[in-house]
């Protein structure tokens, strides 16, 4: 079985690693990290909306390009190498994937042709604080077409123009659709480690909302399904950081010089650069089995999603951690940039659950398929 992209796919890989390289340079990053008021780079956001990126995945009657998952996982990964600042996961991972699978035909009429054109900007709103989001222990409800809570942290949640809701409602959780610029919703910029990708405190207060799809008090189930996907998307999108990272290690060892020779001539460097390539391997080859079973919607697709997610994740906090040591003293200031991938890492590790969440589904996932 081969698990490669195809030709074209590997253009778009290609093309899309051009224009980033060219239009999403540490500077551009740099000015959203060091300026408060802020939030994303509007410019590169307003030129990956004009391409249509967004809408790669979305079929063509709907607004979108209609290509297919695997030419999104290969966005991802050029978006990870270059710590793009866009809102781009919040919409294209989690908001359209939503509406993709479980939105009735008007929702996804009314949806997924803005979401693909960017004049919608999706976001994920599960989180209540620390914690997994569980229907037993939320706070949030919806009830007769209205939320009310508080969620936080909200990635891309000052940003968005639309959120993706997971409330009580019953005994059970359903998502709710609810759109941020609407009566009873409050929203408020927090810092994280990350700023680059920003996060919002949102404070719904009888909010009006529409249930996603048809099925009341089905939001866990929802939820699952729509986290397995997002997670192979994320993961290659941390594959192409920590390929970014090993490269910068890899470049400074052979420029740096001790005692007259570059410092990659040195046993020590040589094995952290080999630990850091390893498991970028690893990483890969997870993540590319995750893109099989998402753009073929195959069984295994929960536990291919667990593999990838655990792998990626320790891939990129590893070499993010270990690029920062290969460039030594210079590895920790300000003005190298091993700290922008460090940040990212570490803000990819936890979102949409964190590395131990996935652990545990993985373990669920393999004990089921054995007893099967």
């Known amino acids: 079985m081969d698990f490669d992209f195809s030709d074209d796919q590997k253009f778009l890989r290609d093309e899309a690693r051009k224009f980033l390289e060219a239009q999403c340079t540490s500077a551009v990053v740099r000015n959203v990290l060091d300026n408060d008021d802020v939030s994303h780079a509007e410019d590169l956001w307003k030129q990956v909306k004009e391409m249509g990126w967004l809408g790669a995945a979305i079929p063509e009657e709907h607004g979108g390009l209609g290509l297919g998952m695997l030419e ?38 009314a949806y997924l042709p803005k979401i693909a054109s960017g004049e919608f900007v999706g976001c994920l709103a599960t989180s209540e604080g620390p914690g997994d989001s569980d229907a037993a222990k939320l706070k949030t409800g919806f009830s007769s077409g209205k939320v009310s809570g508080t969620k936080l942290p909200v990635t891309d949640g000052d940003i968005a123009t639309h959120a993706l809701v997971l409330a009580k409602d019953g005994s059970g959780a359903s998502m709710a659709i609810v759109a941020l610029d609407a009566d009873g919703v409050t929203r408020t910029p927090i810092q994280t480690l990350e700023p680059t990708r920003s996060h919002a405190e949102i404070v719904f207060d009888g909010a009006a909302a529409e249930l996603l799809g048809n099925e009341v008090g089905n939001g866990m189930t929802q939820l699952d399904s729509i986290l397995n996907r997002a997670a192979i998307l994320v993961a290659f999108e941390q594959v192409g950081g920590a390929s970014r990272c090993l490269e910068m290690a890899i470049e400074y060892a052979n420029e740096r010089q001790a005692f007259g020779r570059p410092i990659g001539g040195y046993q020590a460097i040589k094995h952290k650069l080999a630990d850091m390539y390893v498991k970028n391997e690893v990483a890969r080859s997870n993540a590319y089995y995750g893109a099989w079973a998402l753009s073929t919607d195959a069984a295994e697709l929960p536990e291919a999603a667990a593999a990838a997610r655990v792998a990626a994740s320790e891939a990129f906090w590893f070499a993010s951690k270990e690029n920062i040591q290969t460039h030594g003293g210079m590895g920790f200031t300000w003005e190298v940039d091993c700290h922008l991938y460090y940040r990212r890492a570490k803000l990819l590790s936890v979102q949409a659950g964190a590395p131990g969440v996935w652990k545990e589904k993985l373990v669920t996932a393999l004990e089921r398929k054995n007893a099967a």
């Not at 991802?76 to 989690?94: K, N």
């Open 72 to 109: 999104m996982c290969v966005i991802a990964e050029e978006l990870g190498r270059v710590l793009a600042p866009i809102p781009f996961s919040s919409s294209a991972f989690y908001f359209a994937e939503a509406i993709k699978q479980f939105g009735t035909d008007a929702q996804k009429s």
